[in-house]
């Protein structure tokens, strides 16, 4: 927990706000798979949307990160952030400062991946709610 409060204290000190009040999304995780269903693999739908959920799977690699976000009912949809598109201060924060178990809002293009997985390819986002306790295992 520790690293944790650490990242907390390190996105106050660059002027982050950790609990910021209020944030908006555009659409749900639940829609956006039905209304894209029909989307082929490595397609952009040129639909820009800003969504938010829990962080429940991170694979940061150079320069594109994935990370999984979960809704409350349980909805998920995978986030990319390239550097392309995030840029290398949003790449580089999102790498520094984000653990599973946060909350996250993103905005940007729905797309498919060249995997076949609906996604957000993001321009930006911002912490909703730093997690400072990790999530409890599976079998809890």
């Known amino acids: 927990m520790q690293v944790r409060r650490d990242k907390r204290t390190q996105m ?3 002027g982050l706000e950790p609990y ?3 944030f908006r999304r555009s659409a749900r995780f639940a829609d956006l798979l039905e209304q894209h269903a029909g989307l082929e693999p490595d397609e952009g739908s040129g639909t820009r949307v800003t969504v938010a ?3 429940i799977f991170v694979r940061n690699t150079g320069k594109l990160c994935f990370a999984r976000l979960r809704e409350g009912d349980g909805a998920e949809l995978q986030v990319m952030l390239s550097l392309d598109r995030a840029g290398e201060r949003g790449l580089a924060d999102w790498k520094a400062l984000v653990d599973i178990g946060d909350l996250v809002g993103v905005d940007g ?4 991946s060249r995997r076949g997985e609906l996604s957000v390819s993001a321009d930006t ?3 909703v709610a730093k997690a400072i306790r990790p999530l409890p295992g599976a079998h809890h």
């Not at 293009?109 to 498919?112: A, G, L, P």
């Open 12 to 14: 106050l000190a660059a």
């Open 20 to 22: 910021p009040a209020g």
């Open 53 to 55: 959920g829990r962080v």
């Open 109 to 112: 293009e729905v797309v498919r």
């Open 125 to 127: 986002w911002r912490t």
